[in-house]
């Protein structure tokens, strides 16, 4: 049967999604996640693949706003749901489903596509590079103190219901989006996405609470959303709490919350899956032994429009450089562009036929777009090549940026 790839209808997203599921292992989400799944898919950007009535393969993408260097908010699809099902691998369905889908992008306008891999390694080949990590954390609070800094005090904190908090918590989240590459402007809709709590979500955790941080006149500049874990043993309690988010406005403010959640009675380890690789929580702890810490690749990057994306973000020192770029996938992005920008100022990006300073792929130019990965690390894993003696330094130095990339929640 001749397999046909088509945008889904919007009656058609049930038989996607049981299709999706069935790829990523088969066990059913909750009926809240699904359910909120369904209201934010764009069905005009959902691709499906079907044999006959059944769906073997599917792409979708958000419309979403990202953050980059300089505190901009670009255009990107937040490309996601990407799955085959395991009877129709090996036919070259997952390179069809990304040639439309980039097609699809560039046609729109987007200058980025980004994502977040279930297995990184498939990714590549297609021109995404990992421009983010995120860092877990795991605190042994019985042997670690923290130094907070002044003003911590004078913050007041304030435990609320977590959809009642909801509008003064999403306040702080936009403040803080330009200041931190890779952060997401939420659209409508996505404000619900932190306040799942089915209960199989919970991994016998506690349901979701939230504490606030409120200056004297009673501003929100803080929250933390978080579960306690209990769990005991011979020798007592050995409870844990379970940090999913934590925002703030400034440091007082960050340090009185992280405090809190160090104090919490009965538990004795704090875990933060997904924060910041330069979280400020790393230099309060007095023993970062204690603080043990694994990293793991969160957001992918892949520039559609390379020199539009080129000369959205902002460069952290002056810049004029040519670089040659491999992009066989996308083949209007290859060639040799040249970049000139001055320090925080606007950047020009154009094709050009003066020779090479350097050379990579766009898969490496993703890596180093949002400023948490140098282009001579890069180049030290022999991935950029230096064509004119001091270009690398030159260009890396003008990519990098003062605040790593962070991605706070998946999609």
């Known amino acids: 049967m001749t397999l046909e790839m088509r945008v889904i209808q919007t009656d058609e997203w049930d038989v996607w999604y049981d299709h999706l599921e069935l790829a990523f292992g088969g066990v059913p989400e909750s009926p809240a996640e699904r359910e909120l799944c369904k209201a934010l898919t764009d069905t005009d ?12 393969g599917s792409a979708g993408a958000f419309s979403f706003r990202l953050s980059v260097p300089g505190g901009a908010i670009v255009p990107a699809a937040g490309v996601t749901a990407v799955g085959v099902s395991p009877t129709h691998r090996r036919r070259g369905i997952l390179t069809s489903l990304m040639r439309r889908q980039l097609d699809d992008i560039r046609a729109g306008g987007e200058p980025l ?54 509008a003064d918590c999403e306040r702080v989240y936009a403040a803080l989006v330009s200041s931190r590459p890779g952060m997401p402007a939420r659209q409508p809709g996505w404000e619900e996405l932190p306040l799942l709590d089915a209960p199989s979500m919970r991994e016998g955790g506690s349901p ?53 959640l160090f104090s919490i009675d009965l538990t004795w380890t704090v875990r933060a899956p997904r924060r910041p690789v330069d979280d400020a929580v790393l230099h309060l702890v007095s023993d970062i ?47 040799r562009w040249r970049l000139v920008a001055d320090a925080g100022g606007a950047a020009r990006c154009t094709r050009t036929a ?3 300073d350097l050379e990579l792929s766009v898969r490496e130019l993703g890596s180093a777009y949002l400023g948490g990965i140098t282009l001579t690390s890069l180049a030290a894993a022999g991935l950029v090549r230096e ?25």
């Not at 877990?136 to 923290?146: K, Q, S």
Request: aromatic content about 8%; proline content about 6%; glycine content about 8%.
């Open 45 to 56: 950007r959902a691709l499906g693949v079907w044999d006959g009535d059944g769906c073997v």
């Open 113 to 166: 596509a980004v994502l977040t891999a279930s297995d990184p390694a498939i990714y590549g080949r297609f021109g995404y590079g990992t421009a983010a990590y995120a860092l877990a954390v795991e605190i042994d609070t019985t042997r670690v103190r923290l130094s907070v800094p002044p003003g911590t005090d004078g913050i007041r904190l304030r435990l609320v219901d977590p959809r009642k908090a909801l």
């Open 208 to 260: 979701l609470k939230c504490v606030v941080a409120e200056r004297e006149d009673g501003e929100v500049v803080g929250y933390a959303r978080y579960r306690v874990k209990a769990d005991w043993d011979l020798t007592g309690s050995e409870g844990k709490v379970e940090v999913s988010d934590l925002d703030a406005l400034d440091p007082a403010a960050s340090a009185a919350l992280w405090r809190y």
């Open 289 to 335: 032994r204690r603080a043990r810490t694994r990293l793991r690749d969160s957001l992918h990057v892949r520039l559609v429009d390379l020199p539009a994306a080129l000369e959205a973000r902002a460069y952290g020192a002056p810049v004029d450089v040519v670089v040659a770029v491999e992009d066989a996938f996308c083949p209007w992005n290859e060639g």
């Open 354 to 356: 003066e020779p090479a």
């Open 387 to 411: 064509l004119r003696p001091g270009a690398l330094t030159e260009a890396s130095r003008a990519f990098a940026g003062d605040v790593a990339p962070w991605l706070p929640h998946s999609f």
